[in-house]
């Protein structure tokens, strides 16, 4: 009665885990960390901005692609452009880049089948059992892209003080900086302004 009942326990524990690892892999979920600081003015509401670009983002496509997203992600805080750098309240930095760097996750091994009484899992397990399905997880080291985007908001009326920083970071298998900057830049603005020194997490749907 008792390994009865202990099977029955695998069994609903194993749907739970399939029908998660099934939604899982149905849903396409955005998630970045956002830091931020801020000492943002209170009359700020409809003020001009202009997103400068410093020596080696000028004349470069892939600065004017990425700050036609930050653009997107400044219209509903309602700051509104300028049209020139001298007519703008706020100046708007930009930096971006997407390093290659390696951590530590727990991956499942396989999760069907493996030789669970005699492998290396065995503490996941029935003991009696020679073969069998389980959660067999393991910690591996992977290499994963860190990819960034802070921008730095300078207010001229108070003689160029910053006034708001924030990076967002999100991390991907493949270096896809280009694909994630839209959402990358919706974060940084995520119920501006935020509170100073605050850290949160966020998620987007993909489309």
């Known amino acids: 009665m008792e390994t ?16 998660a690892l099934m939604l ?16 943002w003015p209170e009359n700020a509401q409809g003020a001009t901005y202009w997103i400068e670009a410093d020596e080696a983002q000028r004349n470069n496509l892939q600065f004017q692609t990425y700050a036609d997203s930050v653009r997107a992600a400044l219209g509903p805080t309602g700051l509104v452009e300028a049209g020139s750098a001298g007519a703008a309240r706020f100046t ?8 290659l760097e390696r951590e530590w996750r727990q991956e499942f091994v396989d999760p069907y089948m493996y030789p669970g009484f005699y492998g290396p899992y065995a503490g996941f397990h029935h003991p009696r059992w020679a073969w069998g399905m389980g959660p067999a997880i393991q910690t591996v080291a992977v290499d994963v892209y860190r990819l960034t985007l802070s921008v730095r908001i300078d207010d001229r009326s ?9 990076t967002a970071v999100a991390s ?7 694909a994630a900057m839209p959402y990358l830049a919706r974060a940084l603005f995520d119920r501006f302004p935020g509170r100073n020194g605050q850290v949160v997490e966020v998620r987007y749907p993909v489309k």
């Open 4 to 19: 009865a009942a202990m099977g029955r326990g695998w069994g609903r524990w194993f749907s739970g885990l399939f029908l």
């Open 172 to 178: 991907s298998r493949q270096d896809q900086l280009g």
């Open 158 to 166: 108070q003689q160029g003080r910053e006034v708001y920083r924030a």
């Open 92 to 99: 708007v930095h930009m930096e971006y880049g997407s390093p």
């Open 24 to 39: 899982g892999g149905c849903a396409s979920v955005f998630s970045a960390q956002v830091t931020r600081y801020q000492q």
